[in-house]
């Protein structure tokens, strides 16, 4: 649910990235937080448990333009990877508009990479979201590392809606960009379907 600031006409967006523990949720946030110019973007907050890390921040990106006179500005969230931390997760997706899921694509990590999948759809359905309805993509990190499950049996198992789907190497900033501007894009589009 996005929120409208009448004063300093701005629309905040809320995008989610969320997936199992260490699959890259922080690293892409770290990426783009050293990528963007130091006057479109607040501080970044780190609010760390004692395995997990929760990060966020708000960027402006003046490139998208405007929405009826509004400027969009997004503020981005990680989630803690772990199911442990279930309640936090809940918290997180409160009001989101977007999401973007992050799966780890070694081999290893297929059965934490469904059960996280499984538990953003019942987490999102408890705040009255479907997962069907609500912009998001998937990214697919650590795609240079040997053990990489294929892209066709990622998509498989992960996104049997076939929404876009980005291949990443969150430490160097591959597919990064690429999969947070298609979903702010689709965030930006519902926007203007509403206003």
């Known amino acids: 649910m996005s929120f409208i600031n009448y004063s300093a006409r701005e629309i905040s967006c ?25 006057d479109s973007k607040g501080k970044m907050i780190s609010l760390a448990t004692e395995t997990e890390r929760t990060l966020f921040f708000d960027f402006l990106p003046l490139a998208l333009g405007e929405i009826k006179g509004f400027k969009v500005r997004f503020h981005l969230y990680t989630v803690p990877g772990q199911i442990f931390y279930d309640a936090s997760r809940k918290l997180i997706l409160r009001g989101v508009d977007g999401v973007i899921f992050v799966a780890d694509s070694q081999v290893e990590r297929m059965d934490a990479n469904l059960e996280s999948m499984e538990n953003l759809i019942k987490n999102l359905k408890e705040h009255g979201f479907d997962l069907e309805e609500l912009p ?57 379907q509403k206003s």
Not at 163 to 168: E, H, I, N, R, S
């Open 14 to 38: 809320k995008i989610v990235y969320y997936g199992p523990g260490l699959c890259g949720k922080t690293t892409n946030l770290q990426h783009i937080y050293k990528k963007i110019s130091p």
């Open 136 to 192: 998001y993509v998937i990214q697919y990190n650590k795609r240079d590392l040997p053990n990489a499950v294929s892209p066709e049996e990622l998509n498989d198992a992960l996104n049997p809606r076939k929404v876009p789907a980005y291949d990443a190497v969150a430490p160097t900033g591959e597919g990064v960009f690429e999969t947070l501007k298609h979903v702010a894009k689709l965030v930006i589009m519902e926007l203007k």
